[in-house]
């Protein structure tokens, strides 16, 4: 990896705020503000804004914010050939809420780069190890209505193979960690165990990076708090994926901690893997104080050991208004910071 990675080191999930010249600021999903040449070059400054407010609070692992995405999943889905945009069909997404998708209507595949020009763009930016994300394989199909493969495995190995090619050229490009985002692996737990977990193998075969998958209970929107309602007084559903992950060749492992009702012992049945402890509350504006940050890091350390722990945000923090990510981005670094001067590291 580009620099020297320390214990407790700290990285995003994925998202941060869009400037409000780019998109509507705490809006999911927001269109473009600009077009043609004027939007390029916004979403380049706006990737050195997100770089720039993490390396100031002293972030160990940089993103690119995904200053370049209007959404995790189909920005990257317009891109590929076999999945028509004019079509849409209303399908119920994670089993949660309806959403009219794009449709596949042939063989899938990937006729161009997808990203690597954003994450050349990011490796310039910075001499750290940087962190590129990507949609998982069962979280992209389902995103989407099927009209041609008949079957969602059949669909999920054809989008591995696609990720896998992505992936390549990324870690070509100096990407240090290549995420797979999998909040899917939160809901369908037979097709993780029966397909979920080979396709995400799949996606991350041969790559000369680190690999990392990001299981979460997603953005702080209405459809997924009324869910988070009805989980009960312990979220368990770690335990049946994180079995699988750990006897997998994923090397990071993320997991949502801050005020969630995660029971944090289940990042024992990751032995083996970097942990990213999600340490940062996406779902509301109240940022946290560093000392905050530091109980749940030392909290997980009774887990796992400092050399593999990262401290981390829940999930993206797109929705949030700027002010409050860059409190939380700072929260997070000092944070990690308290405890590694506790453990003799500073
Ligand atoms: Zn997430």
């Not at 050349?120 to 001499?127: A, N, P």
């Not at 041969?206 to 953005?219: Q, R, S």
């Not at 029971?263 to 024992?268: A, H, R, T, V």
Request: hydrophobic share 45%.
């Amino acid at each position: 990896m580009a620099g020297m990675t320390q214990p407790i080191t700290t990285a995003i999930a994925g998202s941060l705020p869009k400037p409000a010249w780019l998109a509507q600021p705490e809006k999911l999903w927001a269109p473009w503000q600009l077009t043609g040449e004027a939007l390029q070059q916004a979403k380049a400054d706006a990737m050195r804004l997100a770089v720039d407010d993490q390396l100031r609070a002293g972030i160990g692992i940089i993103g690119d914010g995904e200053q370049t995405r209007q959404h995790f999943v189909t920005t990257f889905i317009e891109q590929l050939a076999g999945v028509d945009f004019l079509q849409r069909k209303t399908v119920r997404i994670r089993d949660r809420y309806d959403a009219e998708v794009p449709v596949v209507v042939g063989p899938v595949s990937r006729p161009r780069s997808v990203f690597v020009e954003d994450a050349r763009r990011l490796r310039l930016l910075t001499g750290g190890p940087i962190k590129f994300t990507l949609p998982g394989p069962m979280t992209m199909i389902d995103t989407l209505y099927d009209g041609h493969y008949g079957s969602r495995a059949k669909l999920a190995w054809a989008f591995a193979e696609i990720l896998n090619q992505e992936a390549t050229e990324l870690a070509a490009a100096g990407v240090d960690i290549v995420q797979f985002d999998e909040p899917a692996f939160n809901v369908f737990f037979d097709e993780v165990r029966d397909w979920g977990v080979g396709t995400l193998e799949r996606a991350a075969l041969d790559l000369p990076c680190k690999t990392a998958v990001h299981i979460c209970y997603g953005y702080g929107i209405e459809a997924n708090i009324q869910w988070k309602q009805g989980l009960g007084a312990e979220w368990r559903q770690y335990e049946q994926t994180f079995p699988l992950l750990a006897a997998s060749r994923i090397d990071q492992v993320s997991l949502e901690c801050q005020n969630s009702r995660v029971p944090m012992e289940l990042i024992g049945l990751l032995d083996g893997k970097e942990v990213m402890v999600g340490a940062i509350d996406v779902a509301t504006n109240r940022v946290e104080s560093p000392e905050e940050v530091a109980a749940t890091l030392r909290k997980a350390l009774q887990w796992v050991q400092p050399q593999r722990l990262i401290g981390c945000t829940n999930c993206g923090m797109v929705p949030l208004p700027r002010a409050v990510a860059r409190g939380k981005l700072q929260a997070l670094a000092a944070g990690a910071a308290i405890v590694r001067a506790e453990l003799g590291w500073s």
